[in-house]
């Protein structure tokens, strides 16, 4: 029985964030037909996406998934990720777009992605294979990226981006009913072993003091630079430069292809080998990929290379990065503690987003942002490789290695 609740929970989890972060991810294909729209540069509709991305790293959600359970939390999450896109399909104006795209989708995408899912499901694994699990269900959650934007892509061309938000918000209310695959009670009963039940004030305290945990927070605001700016003005880059839209949605649905296969391995490897060590590996790799791209000539087959290897290694940094989370301070409050360091994601993914609109804007290149990228990139790979990664626990609680 608790093997198939498991089971659920997992698939649950997975088809959750699956929906969720392919629609998010999609929202780059929407950049310029809202902005023609409204009337506005790029740097309008790019912080609407940075307001939400600062929105959606708030831990307040996954401090209240520890405190009244993840399901309740998934479900409000489902319910406002519909509303706030039916609401942006009827805007007419950049105070509506902030409002419905920045504040309400944010809120939305905190409740029903990773931080909330792998805080209920990590409580129910063993350690020994809960990087393994967080990759699977990371890699899940990345085929929404797969799926999602060419079928924005076609929705676009078929109809207008009022319509195509329309069929979004009815794709997001699924989310409703995934909830109730997650548990229905933080702790308690959920888990394989007893882990510290230390008070959360003192767990928070140990957090503040822990080197590792420090610089895991350094290396998420890069993984959040990253795949934000990516994501939102990649589509743009390449319509700059010449090439189909269809080439855009490709590129986006190779990144979430190739992300599934990077999620997985990164989260078997986790298992077997340190963490922090594929974590310095990951982020060097990201600057390097980055780097050969600005340097070859800019092609079709060259942006679906490049999407392809930046994909596998796309959101390999989750099941690492939560994974050590739960290695130092145990999973009884992984949800608060990973969604704290999820925070310094989205600060990056605030200034990746918005930078890329506001450099765009006032010089006509991403060129910038794209060089920032790639010393970032050194920057999170040598922190992660210098970081402490000993567990961080009572001795009266201690935590499985």
Known sequence: MKNRTLVFAILSASLAVMLSTGIRQSFGLL???????????????????????????????????????????????????????????????????????????????????????????????SPDSRSRVFGIITAAG????????????????????????????????????????LPN?????????????????????????????????????????H????STHLPAYLGDHGLPPFTAAAALSLIGGFNMAGSVTFGWLGDRFRKKNLLGLVYLLRAVIITLFLLLPLTQLSALIFAGAIGF????????TSGTVAHIFGARYLSTLYGIVFLSHQVGAFLGVWLGGRFYDAVGSYDTVWYMAIALGVVASVAQVAMTDR???SAAAPANP
């Open 391 to 393: 567990p961080a626990v």
């Open 142 to 181: 990345s085929s929404g990226m797969f799926v999602v934007p060419p079928l924005v892509q076609f929705l676009l061309t078929t109809f207008n981006w009022q319509r195509t938000l329309l069929v979004l918000a009815a794709i997001s209310l699924v989310i409703l009913l995934l909830a109730f695959g």
């Open 313 to 320: 290694v796309w959101l390999a940094t989750v099941p690492l």
């Open 227 to 230: 795949v934000a700016f990516i």
């Open 31 to 125: 950049l310029q037909p809202i902005g023609e729209t409204l009337g506005t540069g790029r740097t309008v509709f790019s912080l609407a996406i940075a307001l939400s991305n600062i929105i959606y790293g708030l831990p307040l959600v996954g401090i209240l998934a520890d405190r009244i359970g993840s399901r309740r939390v998934l479900l409000a999450g489902g319910g406002l990720y519909a509303v706030g896109l039916v609401l942006l399909s009827r805007i007419s104006s950049a105070g509506g777009l902030y409002l419905t795209l920045g504040v309400m989708v944010g809120v939305a995408l905190s409740a029903t992605t990773y931080v909330v899912v792998l805080g209920a499901v990590g409580q129910m694994v």
């Open 185 to 225: 009670k933080p702790g308690g009963d959920l888990g394989v072993s007893a882990e510290s039940e230390e008070p959360f004030v003192k767990i928070l305290r140990r957090a503040a003091g822990h080197r590792g945990y420090l610089l895991l927070i350094v290396g998420f605001f890069v993984c959040g630079f």
